[in-house]
């Protein structure tokens, strides 16, 4: 049982290039997150979704775009990269319902020179 | 709106001294409140959930709806604990963060 995984775990962008981070859960998760972690602002939402085919904005969507085409799956998408997108980027997947925990990604460590 | 504040960036405290992570929340609504641990170099875990009144490696944490508050307490403190800790609200669809409290656990 992988859990949720996030592809890639490393990358180094040049500003204005776009790329794609994908996030895929195998627990049949409704509710799927992006968000970015910096220092000292801790973890911030970016992209929601609460099932497949629907996508919501969180506290800080400008300059990515998400899709939730299968339900197993989130991408997260940076149309034209800037150096303040340099961040670590966190996946999760929780339960719909009450007091269900959120199950984390690995991370992945996106630099923009 | 919902808000998590952890007004503590970082917490020193000697192993064997008490420790309390402090955690306040804005919600509207019925919060559910929770708090993740990331250890170095691990992802993001649940430590534990208010609904539960669990223990967890030691750590309590006590849902106060008068003061808004979720603090994370363990009596003694060990070097293992060394790790960021999240404080987390869900709300209506949506999980918010605290920006996290790192413990550091002297020898």
């Known amino acids: 049982n992988a859990g949720v995984t996030q592809t890639p775990k490393f990358r180094v962008l040049k500003t204005g290039q776009s790329m794609t981070l994908l996030c895929a859960q195998d627990m049949n998760h409704e509710y799927m997150y992006w968000y970015r972690q910096d220092p000292g602002m801790g973890l911030r939402l970016i992209h929601y979704?609460?099932?497949?085919?629907?996508?919501a904005k969180g506290e800080v969507p400008d300059g990515y775009n998400v899709s939730r085409l299968k339900k197993q799956n989130f991408l997260l998408g940076l149309e034209s990269a800037a150096p303040s997108q340099t961040s670590v980027y966190f996946c999760?997947?929780?339960?719909?319902?009450?007091?269900?925990?959120?199950?984390f990604g690995q991370g992945t460590r996106l630099t923009v020179v | 709106a919902q808000r998590v504040t952890q007004p503590e960036k970082l917490l020193s405290v000697f192993k064997g001294a008490p420790v309390e992570l402090k955690c306040n929340y804005s919600y509207s609504g019925s919060p559910e409140l929770f708090w993740y641990v990331q250890y170095s170099r691990q992802r993001l875990q649940l430590l534990l959930r208010?609904?539960s009144r669990e223990s967890i490696k030691g750590f309590t944490a006590d849902l106060n709806k008068g003061e808004t508050s979720f603090h994370l307490k363990k009596p003694f403190a060990q070097e293992e604990d060394s790790a960021m800790y999240y404080c987390a609200l869900k709300g209506y669809q949506k999980v918010t963060f605290g920006t996290g409290t790192k413990l550091q656990v002297i020898p």
């Open positions: 999760a997947s929780s339960l719909a319902g009450p007091n269900t925990e959120a199950f």
């Open positions: 979704s609460v099932g497949e085919g629907t996508t």
């Open positions: 208010h609904i």
